[in-house]
């Protein structure tokens, strides 16, 4: 029988690759998870996770956090839980990274944000970036937003494993709570 771990210990990661470590952060998410359907509290602990996970490979990402969608403003994304500095507090659908995620539901994986059109700095030490939308159905519920200081700190296993994440973050909250 597995020794159930305290909560803390989930942002302890072995010295590992990058998609050892980011399937970790999933296992873990779904075992925080477990206990409660509300959003508030599982993108906390999603992003704490995250954060932790990431500074373990030594990524130097300075910011991770979502941005959800809500009844009364259902044209922007409204600031969620997240790690790092204070941030832009909403973003409308379409603009800026966080913004095309969500209209075009599909992940944007941008090597240099200064060379994304509309890009919004919300740290303008921030040099590349990655939104991974989440739905819950057809409809966007939010994105996960991660934010690096070097150029290119994102590929192709953030995009798989990051996705993957989403889905299970969609799944496992009550977005009628938001």
């Not at 980011?22 to 296992?27: A, Q």
């Not at 998410?29 to 409660?36: G, I, N």
């Amino acid at each position: 029988m597995q020794e159930k771990l305290h909560h803390a210990d989930y942002t302890s990661f072995p010295e590992s690759s990058k998609r050892e470590v980011l399937e970790i952060v999933n296992g873990s998410y779904e075992a925080l998870s477990a206990d409660t359907n509300y959003w508030v509290s599982n993108l906390a602990n999603a992003a704490s996770l995250i954060w932790h996970a990431y500074h373990s490979i030594g990524l130097p990402i300075n910011w991770v956090g979502f941005y959800i969608t809500t009844n009364t403003e259902s044209n922007n994304l409204v600031l969620g839980p997240f790690q790092g500095k204070v941030a832009c507090q909403s973003i409308q659908i379409g603009k800026g990274v966080c913004g095309m995620a969500a209209m075009e539901k599909r992940t944007q994986c941008v090597a240099d944000v200064n060379k994304f059109p509309g890009h919004i700095a919300c740290d303008g030490e921030t040099k590349s970036e990655i939104v991974v939308p989440i739905l819950n159905g057809e409809s966007v519920v939010g994105v996960l937003d991660i934010d690096c200081l070097t150029e290119n700190g994102f590929d192709e296993v953030d995009v798989e494993l990051l996705e993957a994440l989403a889905a299970l973050i969609s799944k496992s909250n009550n977005w009628s709570l938001s």
